[in-house]
């Protein structure tokens, strides 16, 4: 199928590379334009456009997909279908027209829940234990168009964004192909979105903010929906700290007030919250590596009672 594939980040590379391996004609390659990054600022270029230089495939970077000459361009390539994994940008009616297959995107979680831009850290955030990717025929709204094919992923207890993200990528790229062909075969039917919805909303700086008097299930899974990026955060003496792996441990009953720690034990730092114990494994001072909780208290001569908040 003559195809053209729009993203961005590392999630989409798995789909890209796999259309290409199945022989699917690849006429166009559409990614963000190059973005200044780190220290010195240089200009650095997507995941999705340094695998498609890999793979010898057109790359096209403009700056608003929705201008008229970016239309142009691509009523241009006469594409079957437009592939879209979080391009970053929202395509205008006239896109979405445009192909005959019309524009499918895999989208990371089981719609009609977690629509919009960070389903995956919602998912693990919220303490779901099932999510999974779909993929879907897109229309003008927010993640809301028909639906294609979906297939499920287990959530574990200990799971981070970044495996799951992972994995997910994968799941995507070979569903993507699956959809392809069965919409080929006529074997794919689309489907109407029914049931729960909520919305993953773009993450905040007061998402990241740790609040020990929530529970100690609702803190892990915050620490660990945050991680790899852009991870929660405390302080400790008024410095923060970023909080990368814990632990709940069992607990009958308060033994300090909320964000107060109980001990220090051989796998980290044990804390109050606001009900229950979470064990701190893993933190990170600002402007420096991440390091055991355990070598933190050390480092930093904690005593038992002082107050992370």
């Known amino acids: 199928m003559r195809l053209v594939f729009m993203g961005t980040p590392d999630f989409a590379v798995p789909a890209l590379q796999a259309l290409v391996a199945r022989d699917h004609e690849v006429c166009g390659v559409f990614t963000q334009p190059d973005r200044p990054s780190g220290r010195g600022k240089n200009l650095k270029p997507s995941p999705v456009k340094v ?153 905040k700086r007061e998402h990241e903010k740790i609040d020990w008097f929530r529970g100690a299930q609702e803190i892990h899974n915050q620490i660990r929906g945050l991680n790899p990026w852009p991870g929660a955060f405390t302080t400790f003496r008024e410095e923060n700290l970023k909080v990368w792996k814990s632990k709940i441990l069992p607990s009958s009953q308060a033994q300090a007030q909320p964000g107060e720690i109980v001990e220090l034990s051989n796998e980290g730092i044990i804390l109050q919250t606001g009900s229950g114990l979470i064990l701190l494994q893993e933190v990170q001072p600002a402007g420096k590596r991440a390091m055991s909780a355990r070598d933190f208290y050390l480092g930093r001569h904690a005593q038992a009672g002082e107050p992370f908040s």
């Open 51 to 203: 695998a498609a230089q890999e793979l010898d495939l057109p790359i096209y970077q403009p700056e608003r997909i929705k201008k008229p000459e970016a239309v142009a361009l691509l009523s241009e390539l006469k594409p079957e279908a437009i592939i879209v994994v979080a391009y970053g940008q929202i395509l205008s009616s006239d896109i979405l027209r445009l192909p005959p297959k019309g524009c499918i995107n895999v989208h990371a979680s089981l719609l009609p829940k977690y629509r919009g831009a960070a389903p995956i850290h919602w998912a693990l955030m919220e303490g779901e234990t099932l999510t999974g990717v779909t993929t879907m025929l897109m229309d003008e709204g927010l993640d809301t168009g028909d639906m294609l094919l979906k297939e499920e992923y287990p959530i574990s207890e200990e799971a981070t964004t970044g495996e799951v993200h992972d994995a997910l990528a994968q799941l995507g790229a070979r569903l993507l192909i699956r959809t392809l062909e069965g919409l080929k075969e006529g074997t794919v039917i689309p489907q109407k979105q029914n049931g729960e919805t909520c919305y993953a909303s773009l993450l």
